[in-house]
Each structure stands twice: as structure tokens, then as C-alpha cells.
């Protein structure tokens, strides 16, 4: 099993959501996002009160495509938007990696950069989350 679940607001820098080219990128993102094509998952960019979010929810019996093609989206919009901040959470049956089959791990994006930490939430599933 693979689950993951996340959010980004996208912006062209921590000052200021669009420097210039963001509907550019936008429109690139938005064919990106478009070419996804997960049969249990979802991805989508999303507008909210003239934001941008891009939102990606998904539970899949195994590990597959799903993951490194969501881990690449999420290299290319900390690239192309070095403003953008969110979280992805996931966990994975068969995740080797910290935190190992009985946590969360949460990819954190902010100025530009991803960053991989353990969950202090949710982990260890359980007893926390399950028996």
C-alpha cells in the first residue's frame, strides 16, 4: 500500500506570488498536471481566492509510478516556483527509508527547496492511528 497526501500554494517567490511569469508557469503546470493519470489517485491544481494549489491525494496497492512521478512534479515546481510552500505526507507498506513501514514521512517545500522529515503526528500508525 502507498497513501499520500498533500497541498501546495505556488508562487514565483516569498514575496510575492507572481514576479512576472506566473501565468506562464501556470500554464505548463496546468499540462503537467493534465498528463497525470492515476488510477486511484488524483492530482490537481486548484484556484482559491486568486491562489494557486496544487493538490494531490492518492492510496495505491503498491509503490509505483504514482510516487516518482509525484516526487518529480514536486522537483520541478520548487524549481520553476522557488516561492511555493506545502507539505506531502505519505506512507508505504514497503517504505525501507525512515520512517520504515510504521510512520508517515512528510515532504516539506518552502523557498525553493524539499525537505524530508518524520511525522510527529500521525506516527507510529500504531497505536496511533490503528490497532
Known amino acids: ?13 516569498p514575496e510575492e506570488s507572481d514576479a512576472g511569469s506566473l501565468e506562464s508557469g501556470i500554464g505548463d ?3 503537467k498536471v493534465a498528463k497525470t493519470d492515476w ?3 488524483e492530482l490537481s491544481l486548484q484556484v482559491h481566492n486568486g ?3 496544487l493538490v494531490a491525494n492518492g492510496l495505491v ?13 514536486l522537483r520541478y515546481v520548487a524549481t520553476r516556483f522557488p516561492g511555493s510552500w506545502g507539505l506531502l505526507y505519505e506512507r508505504s507498506s514497503d517504505m525501507e527509508d525512515p520512517p520504515g513501514q510504521g510512520g ?14 518524520l511525522d510527529p503526528f500521525l506516527s507510529p500508525v500504531s497505536p496511533v492511528i490503528e490497532d
Not at 496497492?61 to 512534479?73: P, S
Not at 508517515?104 to 522529515?117: D, K, S, Y
Open 51 to 53: 491562489e494557486y494549489f
Open 61 to 73: 496497492n503498491r509503490r509505483r509510478d504514482e510516487a516518482e512521478e509525484l516526487h518529480a512534479l
Open 29 to 31: 503546470l496546468r499540462a
Open 104 to 117: 508517515f514521512r512528510v515532504h516539506v517545500m518552502a523557498r525553493g527547496e524539499l525537505h524530508v522529515r
Open 39 to 41: 488510477a486511484t489517485g
Open 1 to 13: 500500500m502507498y497513501e499520500f497526501h498533500g497541498w501546495f500554494g505556488i508562487a514565483e517567490s
